[in-house]
């Protein structure tokens, strides 16, 4: 067991954008951010984005932005808008949530990603990002994830980005009417150096043929066992 005699709490991440090959990660700001965010995952045919988020959708650009920032507020969270290193464009956003400092532990969630991000290289290096700088950037021992138990895309996400399932809490929440039972997925510290060496040698661009298709999957990587390096670099076994 890690000696923790000399722990002390964590800074709040969040805070400073996140930079990456493909996207740039950037703290929410209403003035640059709502019309962007708004069209990119509330405007028409975003509707399935909100099916297991216990708000939403909320059809106009007031509605979305003052809900999500009453909700911000109140839960503690800190959210990042994904933009597009190619042309600018606002793609998606998730945040963190859960955040103890004192724990070194918080939660990635509300991910709601637009359809141009949706199983893209760009949607797995937003997370990657977040995940690194959780870890790498300040020391955090903690990273989870839950979603509703029914959210089968959320499970497989979870899985596919090395989140290890923790269990499942029965009747944990009424939302939108109905019960949910929530899945817990977790990444510690320790879990991280392999994980964070498969996330860089997946995103590597030599993993992505001339239409974009991965050659390898990331599952396949993880279980390999890639040498631990920080995250955005890539040594093969």
């Known amino acids: ?17 996140l930079e990456g ?11 640059p951010h709502a019309d962007g965010l708004f069209e990119a995952v509330d405007g028409p045919g ?6 297991y988020m216990p708000f939403g959708p909320f059809g106009t650009l007031d509605a979305f932005s003052q809900a999500f920032e009453h909700l911000r507020r109140s839960q503690g969270w800190e959210t990042l808008v994904i933009r597009s290193s190619l042309d600018g464009a606002i793609l998606g956003t998730a945040s963190y949530l859960r955040i103890r400092e004192a724990h070194g532990s918080c939660e990635v969630g509300c991910v709601a990603f637009g359809q141009r991000l949706q199983r893209t290289a760009e949607a797995t290096e937003a997370m990657a990002l977040m995940a690194a700088h959780a870890f790498n950037d300040l020391g955090y021992r903690r990273y989870e994830w839950k979603c509703n ?17 923790e269990g499942v ?13 929530t899945a817990w997925y977790a990444m510690i510290d320790a879990d991280w150096p392999a994980i964070s060496a498969a996330l860089s040698a997946w995103l590597d661009p030599a993993n992505f043929d001339e239409t974009g298709a991965q050659r390898r999957p990331l599952g396949n990587m993880r279980a390999e066992g890639w040498t631990p390096v920080p995250f955005g670099e890539t040594i093969a076994p």
Request: charged letters at 35%; glycine letters at 6%.
């Open 1 to 17: 067991m890690d000696d923790l005699s000399q722990w002390t709490p964590r800074e709040r991440p969040g805070l400073v954008a």
């Open 21 to 31: 090959r493909r996207v740039r990660l950037e703290p929410l700001d209403w003035a």
């Open 46 to 51: 975003n509707e399935g984005l909100w099916t």
């Open 149 to 165: 138990n029914a959210n089968l895309a959320s499970r497989r996400a979870a899985d596919r980005l090395g989140f290890a399932f």
């Open 169 to 181: 809490f029965r009747n944990d929440m009424v939302v939108k009417g109905e019960n949910r039972d």
